[in-house]
């Protein structure tokens, strides 16, 4: 039963890689065949579910979508445009936009909220955009990883593991088990992000021409969208301060924001109707059916082997071994899907570092990191990277996969280099 059970898992993995378009079918394909050879039950489904992560994920997917309607993240663009900076730092400057936009908005939806006005920006000075949107997409992989609500595979670390909202920005000494605490993964990703940025720059710097031409400049409709994301963060982080074991605190305080902004886009927009394909839905289910899938391979002891082959590889040597996390981490990222390997890692990892007496949470945000922007290397190695490729292709503007190579891969090596070694002078 257990090698039926790799190879069902395997061929869903497989059809997440190579045909990402058609996930769904494998992923849920491969649950039912699960249950129709009775490897796992109807029952034991919902306790596989992490429901925190589900409902943070669709609080937040449509929260984002009012921000993107509210016309701030437009006026935040043409307020750089307007400044007569040239085009390369004109560019440099809305990739770090995307990137703080991203620490709080879903990967998918922050570059659907940013590519209009960049287009809008592009067109009106005859450029080529497509080193522009490679940047806006590895700046919002790689940011997203900086806060709980920032990425998938953030909000599934943090409830995989008990983290908090404020544990990415502190990690208290009693989580570390050492007399005092740290700095949270968040300065680590920032410090990754300045070295990043300075890759960016180095394509950008041949844009020398100054924006001298006024943009057209879009009214912001409404501060509202960005009024509730805002509460949401601080509600978060006052929540953490109250409780270590926040329960459904989390999901409930997103979904509750959500229906605030719902209500309110109700009553602001009388004419329009909030559709339901304004969610992505692909992602949400996608994660319902993969908790599913890593939950079967944890029942099966999958994920207590894989922590034992990544003892074997490391010996006793736990900078070896945290390398080990970090760069394959990276490398298998670069060309699947981030959410399903975060979940099986994750547990291998609390696993293997209880076996070792490690402290885990060194090896899981080194995870994180990997994990988050090792998908910067291909158009395919993250979700956002394919959106932003297809959003320029349906605009006439063609996207070869060595156009993005050439800026994701030397933008990874440098800011996970930069993150993951100043993360581990840090802790240990």
Request: with cysteine; charged share 10%.
């Amino acid at each position: 039963m257990k090698i039926l059970t790799l190879v069902i898992f395997s061929l869903a993995y497989g059809g997440i890689v190579f045909k990402r378009d058609r996930a769904l079918y494998f992923v849920y394909g491969a649950v039912l065949v699960l249950l129709a050879v009775g490897v796992i039950g109807i029952s034991d489904i919902p306790a596989f579910l992490n429901y925190n992560v589900l409902g943070i994920f669709l609080g937040t997917s449509i929260l984002s979508f009012l921000f993107a309607v509210s016309g701030v993240p437009s006026r935040m663009v043409e307020n750089i445009a307007g400044r007569r900076f040239t085009v390369g730092l004109t560019f440099l400057f809305i990739c770090l936009i995307t990137g703080v936009v991203s620490m709080f908005v879903e990967n998918i939806a922050t570059i659907m909220i940013m590519a209009p006005v960049a287009l809008e920006l592009v067109k009106k000075y005859n450029l080529n955009p497509v080193s522009l949107f490679v940047g806006m997409a590895v700046s919002s992989n790689l940011e997203g990883c900086a806060t709980m609500v920032g990425d998938s595979p953030s909000i599934i670390l943090a409830m995989e593991t008990g983290m908090n909202f404020n544990d990415f920005f502190y990690m208290p000494a009693a989580k570390l088990s050492l007399n005092s605490g740290s700095p949270g993964i968040f300065f680590f990703v920032q410090a990754g992000a300045i070295a990043g940025l300075a890759v960016l720059y180095l394509f950008f710097r041949k844009e020398r021409e100054v924006m001298d031409v006024p943009p057209v400049r879009h009214p912001v409709k409404t501060w509202v969208p960005a009024i509730l994301i805002l509460l949401m963060i601080i509600s978060l982080a006052l929540v953490s301060l109250f409780s270590n074991g926040l329960g459904y605190f989390p999901a409930v305080i997103c979904l509750f924001y959500a229906a605030v902004g719902l209500l309110w886009f109700a009553l602001w927009e009388k004419g329009k109707k909030f559709s339901v394909r304004h969610i992505d839905w692909d992602s949400f289910f996608l994660l319902v059916g993969i908790f599913v899938l890593v939950g079967t391979l944890e029942k099966m002891g999958f994920i207590n082997g894989l922590a034992g082959l990544l003892e074997k590889s490391s010996g006793d040597n736990s900078f070896f071994l945290y390398n080990v996390v970090v760069w394959s981490s990276v490398l298998v990222s670069s060309f699947v899907d981030n959410i399903p390997y975060s979940m099986a890692m994750i547990s291998g990892v609390q696993i293997l570092c209880e076996r070792l007496a490690l402290n885990p949470f060194i090896f899981l945000f080194g995870l994180l990191i990997g994990t988050c922007v090792g998908g910067n290397i291909t158009p395919i190695g993250a979700s956002c990277n394919v959106v932003a490729v297809g959003i320029l292709k349906k605009n006439g503007y063609a996207v070869q996969f060595k156009d993005f190579v050439k800026i994701g891969l030397p933008f990874t090596i440098i800011a996970v280099l930069s993150s993951s070694l100043l993360m581990w002078a840090v802790y240990k």
